[in-house]
C-alpha cells in the first residue's frame, strides 16, 4: 500500500472512530510500527489529527471528510471493481442512463464502452472522456461549477439540465448510508445533484462500498428508500444489508475475486 492511500485510510478510519491505537492501525493496515508512526506524523503536520501515547485522535469533522479524487480512484478499487461488474448487468442496450460523477460509477461506464444504442447523460468529466470514442453509446454532459477536487459538475446549470430530463436509470454513488438517517455526502452542492437525478430516473441505483455504510455526512440527499437497487461488495457487513431489504430495496452483493 503506498503511503498516500495508506494515509488516506487512516483519515477514513478517524473519520469513523474518533480515536484508534497504533497497534490496531499496524494490525488493520498491515504495516510496521515505525511506518504507522511516521503516516501519524505527517497527518499531525498538516492539522488533521494529535498524537498520542500509543495512538491518534481526529481533528476532522466525520461528516465533512472528502478526500480529492485521484486518492478516490486508487482507494478500495478492488471493491468498485467488483460492484462495476455486478451492476453491469442493470444497463441494457437501448437504456438512456444517468451516469454520476462517482469513482464507483466510473469503473461501470468503463465495463459500457462496447454497448449499443444507449444513451448516457453525466455530471463527471471522467466518464465524457472515457466514452467520447464509443460508437454506440451517445453522451450527453449537463454542464455546471467544476468541483476541482473532487471532479465533479454541479451548480445551477448541472441543475437546470436536470431539472429538463428523464431517464430510464439513473446510478450515483454513495459517500454515506444510514437505515436510518439515509443517504448523505459531505458537501450541500452535490447533495442537491443527487436528489435531482434520483428524481429525474424510473429506476435508481446506487454503487456503494462496505466502509460507507453506519455513516452519516453533513448534506442529507434524502431516505433509504429513494433508490431502488444498491449495489455492494461483499465485505458490507450482514447486518446493514439485511436492514436495507427490510426496507424493501433490492440489494446486490458482489463478490470479490
Known amino acids: 500500500m503506498l503511503a498516500e492511500e495508506r494515509r488516506f485510510r487512516i483519515r477514513e478510519i478517524l473519520s469513523l472512530r474518533r480515536t484508534i491505537a497504533a497497534a490496531e492501525l499496524c494490525e488493520m493496515l498491515g504495516a510496521t510500527a515505525v511506518t504507522i508512526r511516521r503516516d501519524l506524523a505527517a497527518l499531525e503536520a498538516q492539522g488533521l489529527l494529535v498524537r498520542s501515547h500509543g495512538g491518534a485522535t481526529s481533528r476532522m469533522s466525520s461528516t465533512n471528510f472528502q478526500p480529492a479524487y485521484?486518492?478516490?480512484?486508487?482507494?478500495?478499487?478492488?471493491?468498485?471493481?467488483?460492484?462495476?461488474?455486478?451492476?453491469?448487468?442493470?444497463?441494457?442496450?437501448?437504456?438512456?442512463?444517468?451516469?454520476?460523477?462517482?469513482?464507483?460509477?466510473?469503473?461501470?461506464?468503463?465495463?459500457?464502452?462496447?454497448?449499443?444504442?444507449?444513451?448516457?447523460?453525466?455530471?463527471?468529466?471522467?466518464?465524457?472522456?472515457?466514452?467520447?470514442?464509443?460508437?454506440?453509446?451517445?453522451?450527453?454532459?449537463?454542464?455546471?461549477d467544476l468541483q476541482k477536487d473532487t471532479f465533479y459538475l454541479a451548480g445551477e446549470w448541472a441543475r437546470h439540465a436536470l431539472s429538463e430530463i428523464r431517464v430510464d436509470k439513473a446510478v450515483i454513488g454513495v459517500s454515506a448510508i444510514d437505515s436510518t438517517y439515509g443517504i448523505s455526502t459531505s458537501?450541500?452542492?452535490?447533495?442537491?445533484?443527487?436528489?435531482?437525478?434520483?428524481?429525474?430516473?424510473?429506476?435508481?441505483?446506487?454503487?456503494?462500498?462496505?466502509?460507507?455504510?453506519?455513516?452519516?455526512?453533513?448534506?442529507?440527499?434524502?431516505?433509504?428508500?429513494?433508490?431502488?437497487?444498491?449495489?455492494?461488495?461483499?465485505g458490507t457487513e450482514a447486518k446493514y444489508i439485511e436492514q436495507l431489504r427490510e426496507a424493501k430495496l433490492d440489494v446486490l452483493v458482489a463478490e470479490m475475486k
Open 187 to 234: 458537501r450541500q452542492a452535490e447533495a442537491q445533484i443527487k436528489r435531482m437525478i434520483l428524481k429525474s430516473a424510473k429506476t435508481r441505483i446506487a454503487l456503494a462500498d462496505h466502509t460507507k455504510f453506519g455513516t452519516q455526512g453533513f448534506a442529507h440527499v434524502g431516505p433509504v428508500t429513494d433508490i431502488d437497487v444498491l449495489v455492494t461488495d461483499s
Open 70 to 144: 485521484e486518492t478516490l480512484l486508487r482507494t478500495h478499487s478492488k471493491e468498485k471493481e467488483a460492484i462495476a461488474r455486478r451492476a453491469e448487468h442493470l444497463i441494457a442496450d437501448g437504456d438512456t442512463v444517468f451516469l454520476e460523477s462517482s469513482t464507483t460509477v466510473f469503473e461501470l461506464a468503463c465495463l459500457l464502452f462496447q454497448r449499443n444504442r444507449v444513451t448516457v447523460v453525466t455530471n463527471s468529466p471522467s466518464i465524457v472522456c472515457e466514452l467520447q470514442q464509443s460508437a454506440g453509446i451517445t453522451v450527453l454532459c449537463t454542464g455546471g
